[in-house]
C-alpha cells in the first residue's frame, strides 16, 4: 500500500457520533468510515513494513486506545439494551 493515504480523523467521527446522542443499538451498530479504515490499514500495513514516521507511530497508538474506548462504549451499550 504506497499510495497516499490522507489522514482522517477517527477521533472527529467518534465525537461527531457522541454529540449526536445515540442510542445504545447505534452505538452497538457504530463503525469508522471507509476512509478512517483505509487510513487505519495504511497504518498497520506500515508498521508491518516497518516504515511508520514517528507522527503516524503516534496516530497509530491513539487508533488503537479509541479502539479500546469504543469496545467499552459497545459493552456498556449491550449491557444498557439488555437491562432494558
Known sequence: MSEFVPAVSAIDEVLDFLVSTPTPQQIV?????????????????????????????AELDEAERLNHFIMMLKIRAHKAMKQS
Open 29 to 57: 451498530k457504530f463503525h469508522a468510515s471507509e476512509a478512517a479504515q483505509l487510513r487505519l490499514r495504511y497504518l498497520l500495513e506500515a508498521n508491518r513494513n516497518g516504515t511508520l514516521t514517528p507522527e503516524e507511530r
